[in-house]
């Protein structure tokens, strides 16, 4: 079976241009994470969605930030204009929901973004 | 608020010798589940044990298992018969199992390094 998938596996932009990240979940998965690791702050995360609907954006740092997730089986991060200070790696992770076992995250390989 | 403490520093360990990886959390939830992840230097998050606050038994998987002491609060992880392979991150993780409430709270992480 096919984990989640994300792309590009790594980013070199400059300051100001816009970014935009891709992920499709594992199928049947009903919940969608958008995450951001920092050495200073750790793994954040910005933002997810359950069916396809953003239940909680709290950790999206500004509005440049902006996350779609246009059916079941793709969504985006974008980032606009981006800045130095978003260079991080960004995951994308899914999962199931019902209680217990079945809410473990399964984390993408992640994109490395570098923002000049 | 859920609260995840990875205190140790780097550790080396030598091959094929048993490894603790402490964990302890803070939450006034009754139902919750615990995770680890492994994330080695290739920068992948791999899920690779599950605890749930009401299962009696520690959870086994493989070489890991988790010493699970619910009064405590602590879910620490043991990697038996270390490999060169086990060198990475690893993050202990905590969910709350409520309906709705979907937001992984992770700790900081612990070095393993393993030598042979």
């Known amino acids: 079976d096919a984990g989640v998938i994300q792309s590009p596996r790594h980013e070199v932009t400059e300051m100001g241009q816009e970014v935009t990240l891709r992920c499709k979940p594992i199928s049947g998965h009903d919940y969608l994470f958008w995450y951001r690791q920092t050495m200073m702050r750790g793994l954040e995360l910005l933002i997810y969605?359950?069916?396809?609907?953003?239940?909680?954006d709290s950790g999206m740092p500004e509005d440049r930030f902006s996350a779609k997730m246009p059916n079941a089986s793709f969504s985006t991060l974008k980032i606009q204009p981006s800045e130095p200070r978003d260079s991080a790696v960004y995951f994308c992770?899914?999962?199931?929901?019902?209680?217990?076992?079945?809410?473990?995250?399964?984390f993408g390989p992640g994109t490395r973004l570098t923002v000049l | 608020a859920q609260k995840i403490t990875q205190t140790q520093p780097g550790m080396f360990v030598q091959e094929k010798e048993a490894v603790t990886l402490d964990c302890t959390y803070d939450?006034?939830?009754?139902?919750?589940?615990l995770f680890w992840y492994k994330q080695p230097s290739s920068g992948e998050m791999i899920f690779l044990i599950y605890?749930?606050?009401?299962?009696?038994q520690n959870a086994t998987e493989g070489r890991y298992s988790l010493n699970f002491q619910k009064a405590r609060k602590s879910a620490n992880l043991v990697i038996s018969a270390s490999q060169l392979g086990d060198s990475a991150m690893y993050f202990c993780a905590m969910l709350t199992l409520l309906r709705g409430n979907n937001r992984l709270a992770f700790g900081k992480g612990n070095q393993v390094v393993v030598i042979p």
């Open positions: 969605f359950n069916n396809n609907v953003p239940i909680d």
């Open positions: 605890q749930g606050s009401y299962d009696e």
């Open positions: 939450t006034s939830d009754q139902s919750y589940g």
């Open positions: 992770a899914s999962s199931l929901e019902s209680g217990g076992s079945t809410d473990t995250q399964y």
